[in-house]
């Protein structure tokens, strides 16, 4: 999978995409990742980027030519089937169904805006996709995209073990229930007998039951959606 990214700000990208599971993953070349500088392809000696918003009002906003133009020489013809998104807090919220959407694809471009954003003929002429990475506003489109990135590249095939995958919050469709792990006590707290039981099947129920009242607790919207059986249901009751 590989990602090209469009900002004023590449230097915010060398932290937190080159640690841990991300960095073995580019390593590896599951994953690359592409920065490119907005300001490249801005034509004055000042290399500008922005300017005064038509109508008035504060701030700046982010001029459409050097956008379209780096996307459009960054991308070449794959412009035609790659996604492009554009980071925007009145854009559709992201989640994992849109992150297990975008990781069928091999190659996205995401655009990072600045300032009161980005002119909005570069969403028309791009045809880009809006998203948001939740209700609240950033400084600057970067961190959203890195959030992005960072979810996207999890779900590529070979990045994390499956099953990992499976069980965790959001992909069930449940939250995930509690994890322990040593020392058994901590400060007086112990850990549920059930899990040092070594009796798989009971555990797995348990699981199953503290993930439901945990999504029915923290998120009954999520619980109202997912798909529970009658099992699922014996649990809640429990
Ligand atoms: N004036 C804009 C508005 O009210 O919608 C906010 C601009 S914000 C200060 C600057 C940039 O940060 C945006 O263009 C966008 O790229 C990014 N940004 C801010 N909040 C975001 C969010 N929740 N999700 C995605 N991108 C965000």
């Known amino acids: ?83 492009v998104i554009l980071l925007t807090p009145s854009g559709e919220v992201f989640n994992q169904d849109i992150a297990r959407e975008l990781a069928q694809y091999p190659r996205l471009a995401l655009i990072c805006g600045r300032y ?19 209700d609240y506003v950033l400084t600057g489109g970067e961190l959203a995209a890195a959030v992005i990135i960072d979810v996207v590249s999890r779900l590529v095939p070979g990045v994390i073990d499956p099953e990992s995958l499976a069980e965790e919050s959001h992909t069930s469709g449940l939250l995930e229930y509690p994890q322990y792990t040593r020392p058994p006590v901590f400060r007086g707290l112990g850990v549920p007998d059930i899990l040092l039981s070594g009796n798989h099947a009971r555990i797995a129920e348990w699981r199953r039951q503290q993930a439901l009242c945990r999504t029915r607790a923290r998120r009954p919207d999520l619980l109202a959606r997912a798909q529970l059986t009658e099992k699922d249901r014996r649990l809640l009751e429990g």
């Open 116 to 134: 009161e954003g980005i002119d909005d003929r570069v969403r028309v002429i791009l045809r880009a996709r809006e998203l948001s990475i939740g």
């Open 1 to 83: 999978m590989r990602f090209d990214v469009f900002t004023i700000f590449p230097g915010i990208f060398a932290g937190p995409l080159n640690e841990s599971i991300l960095k073995r993953a580019q390593e590896q070349g599951l994953v690359s990742i592409h920065l490119h500088n907005i300001r490249d392809w801005a034509t004055d000696r000042h290399r500008s980027v922005d300017d005064e918003p038509y109508g008035g009002g504060p701030g700046m906003v982010m001029m459409a030519p050097p956008i379209v133009h780096a996307v459009e020489a960054i991308l070449g013809p794959e412009l035609e089937q790659t996604p």
